[in-house]
């Protein structure tokens, strides 16, 4: 144990030492590298000694520094020699010098071998037509996509097409934009997602190729909790498909810290704060649309006020009383009633849908609807 500890502390000296670091500094590389402390102190040296000698600076300048804090968590895990040597061959091969090594080491280039690399840009640059000067400015500002099996990128290239994208416009998405190239599109989510995309913010495939990061945000997570903000913060109608054309950079690129600075409306009777309470009820609504009542993405945006109506107070028990409306009396539909779910006062829907007499088949001589009752999600 005490060997152990020895050990760590060796290799803690040896990366504040080498970089020079601060101890917030020496936190935030050992978070990121967390691996190095299983490493022996002489292989930690080494490996920062082959990350100086490509981007040709020393050990302890702040551009080291501050490649480090951005390096691929797995820069302790290759020996150095062979990382050196990988890093050092896609730069030569793709002409790139030292701003190509800072990319490589961020995205973890060099985990695939040179023969790899070589195979897969030939393969690459015969898919897609591309010139030797297209191979290599692409590749050097995107390496992900030497991480994926080119046929990989076939596949869900050709999965895009089923989507309304070219052939051109397809290839074009998934091998350009990192994220994006090993996304299967025939999955459930992602075609919620592109769907979403086309029907509620009107952009057509074209449009969606030349924005192809709004394809690699979580739906969930990001774009629609986004959009309905935006919406609600700009006092838009929610049936109207409008308004959204100038905000996408902040759909697609913002943090949530920007995002809200730029939206929050905390004056507002009640305040309009966008954190994480927020997305999880827009989750909760999404989810209760699309599984328990079986709508499509489609049904969705014909009725879109269903995204701005309170899960636990309208929707559920409003479903649910309808859904047993529809078990006893056969002629009834509770589908064909959505709009009542959203736009009705309580009262007016009670008046609407409250029966005093359902027969037999219900077991019950009398269905009220009460807004109060707890209704399971």
Known sequence: MARQLAQVQSIVRAIQQG???TNEQLASVFKRHHVSLVCSPERVGQTLQAVADLL???VASEEMRQVVMVCGHS???VDPAVFHERVSFFCEEFTGGQGAAKVALKQHIYLSSAGIMRARAAELKKMLGWTE???NRNVQTRPLILMR???TILSNALKLQTHGFTSAKALHVVASFPGVEGYDWNSPSNVDKIQYLKLFLQLSADELAARAQLLACSLERKLGPRCEFVYRSKGSDPDVPAGLSGCLSYLQYSSDGRFAARFDHVSASPPLVYDEAFKQHWQQRWRFLRNKMELSVADISDCRRLLFTSLPNTLSPRWHFLTRLE????????????????TMSDEHFAQAYNLADVGPASGSKVMQYSPVAVWKV
């Open 19 to 21: 970089l020079q670091l």
């Open 56 to 58: 040709a600076v020393p």
């Open 75 to 77: 820069l302790f895990n």
């Open 133 to 135: 000067d297209e191979l």
């Open 149 to 151: 099996e080119p046929s």
């Open 327 to 342: 078990s006893a009396q056969a002629e009834f539909k509770a589908a064909d009633h959505l709009l009542a779910l959203a």
